[in-house]
């Protein structure tokens, strides 16, 4: 058995794990570790959950330790980006608890916060900045940071980052790191802009792939519920978190909208519920976060910004009330459920209109997901281009019991209809439509989310394609 001693690490670092509890390396990082400490740029690919931060990090600050230097005024060291607040401070937080007993610090900068207090945080220099894009860039104007002495860069959840829109930001941040530098690029998945993206960014990189693209964690029991309507999800997604009272639900909306309209009908029907999404402060997305983690509140309803941001173990459910508009997505989200070996479900909602974006999900995993309630339209496309000729409860032909929704239904013990009723009581709409277009200001502010149906690629057979892509560089991108 591999054991962190084994991948070369100082004996400070390995105090420090062994402080955490970390043992044995994931494979992610029994792979990384060794590559980037030979100094080699390096492609990660890994399901999220892996532990890539450990992976980039680890070795990175080993390289910071080892230089035995200090940064200037208001310059930094290492630079790691990330699409989203959420994400930053957990790779913060993260890297902190590597760099306990260490000189070197660790300082985010994201938007939403005062730029005023990031300003005096990098007046003596950091060790490892931390930041979304958008609000790096500004702070770069201001003058009040320099990226010239910067040997290590990172691109965390590099996928993400360019469906936000963040091409351009990228390229401008890379110009101002020298040349001379060791760039490791890490990723759920590896679309083509990737490919590119790795191409002009890293200097014969070394590749680790420890899972394949669009595959989600071996742990996750995958359901889909076929509805007629919102109505009809409501009321589902009532019973079965009443059916699990002691689970951590995470529930997906596509839409800030619809985020908050559907916790705060959980929230008056009596469920201890809490919203995160652009519309949000930094401070109220951190208490929620921090209330969900410590378990003061048991279903959080979330859009996108928090499919990569949130890493709370103790996630038992997964709900795609909106299925997502770009099918990786969907891997990132259920990825919020069994992390560090833990079982997991996902349940996914499929109203008529989403049967395109279930068609897209199955195809992206190569998978037929098990149907919990309702009928798939006869003549559905599988994931492999067969269409369903009517497979009652199952799907596919699997074999497998379809699960019901809660966990009190494991091992197949039980089986609960659902018979949605026409006028359930919440009406949830939530679609959000028209809500977060082309919103004016900067583009790193909050009104980003729903916008991922113009994802790079676009639709099958959509002729707004250039429209899409402008839209996702000036209006699409929740980082901060």
């Known amino acids: 058995m591999t054991t962190f001693h084994d991948l070369g690490l100082s004996k400070n670092v390995l105090s420090a794990l062994e402080a955490l509890g970390f043992d044995k390396p994931t494979p992610i990082q029994e792979k990384a570790i060794p590559m980037v400490l030979a100094g080699n740029d390096l492609i990660g690919l890994a399901q999220t959950g892996t532990g890539k931060t450990a992976a980039f990090g680890l070795p990175m600050i ?37 760099v306990k007993k260490t000189h ?22 950091t060790d490892i900045l931390v930041a979304t894009p958008g609000r790096l860039l500004d702070l770069v104007s201001r003058k009040s940071v320099t990226l010239t002495q910067g040997r290590y860069l990172v691109l965390d959840e590099a996928d993400q980052m360019l469906d936000l829109g963040f091409i351009h930001d990228l390229r401008k941040i890379s110009k101002l790191v020298p040349k001379n530098r060791q760039t490791l690029l890490f990723s759920a998945t590896m679309p083509k802009l990737i490919a590119e ?19 989600a964690a071996d742990k996750v029991e995958q359901y889909v519920h076929f509805v007629p309507g919102k109505d009809h999800k ?25 985020a908050e309209k559907l916790m705060k009908h959980l929230d008056h029907i009596g469920f201890k519920a809490a919203s995160i999404h652009g519309n949000k402060s930094q401070g109220q997305r951190e208490r929620a976060l921090k209330a969900f983690r410590d378990g003061e509140i048991r279903v959080l309803v979330a859009t996108d910004v928090a499919a990569r941001g949130i890493d709370i173990p103790g996630v038992t459910h997964v709900y795609n009330y909106d299925l997502p508009e770009v099918p990786d997505a969907y891997v990132h989200r259920i990825g919020r459920t069994a992390r560090n070996g833990r079982d997991g479900i996902a349940i996914a909602f499929c109203a008529p209109e989403d049967i395109r ?18 009928e798939p339209p006869v003549g559905m ?27 009190g239904a494991r091992g197949g013990q039980q089986r609960t209809e659902h018979r949605a009723q026409s006028g359930s009581q919440s009406g949830e709409r939530g679609d959000g439509t ?25 639709r099958p057979g959509n002729n707004g394609n250039r429209n899409g892509q402008s839209r996702r560089q000036n209006g699409k991108r929740e980082q901060a």
């Open 357 to 374: 974006l279930l068609r897209d999900i199955e195809r992206l995993m190569g998978i037929s997901i098990a149907v919990a309630s309702g």
């Open 104 to 125: 070197l610090r660790v300082v985010t900068v994201v938007g939403g916060a005062s730029i005023h207090k990031q300003s005096q945080m990098l007046e003596r220099g």
């Open 234 to 258: 409501t009321q589902i997604l009532r019973q079965t978190l009443n059916d699990n009272p002691d689970g951590l639900a995470l529930i997906f909306s596509r839409t800030k909208h619809g």
């Open 434 to 458: 028209g809500q977060n277009r082309h919103a004016p200001g900067r583009p790193d502010q909050k009104h980003a989310e729903g916008r991922n149906r113009n994802h790079a690629g676009g």
């Open 62 to 98: 080993e390289r910071l330790l080892a230089e035995d230097r200090r940064p200037d005024p208001r310059n930094i060291r290492a630079l790691v980006l990330a699409p989203t607040r959420e994400l930053v401070n957990q790779i913060a937080d993260n890297l902190r608890d590597f």
């Open 381 to 407: 496309p599988g994931p492999g281009g067969k269409s369903v000729k009517g497979r009652g409860g199952q799907r596919g032909g699997q074999g497998r019991p379809a699960r019901p929704q809660g966990q």
């Open 197 to 215: 993206l790795a191409g002009e960014y890293l200097t014969n990189p070394l590749k680790v792939e420890v899972s394949p693209p669009g595959k």
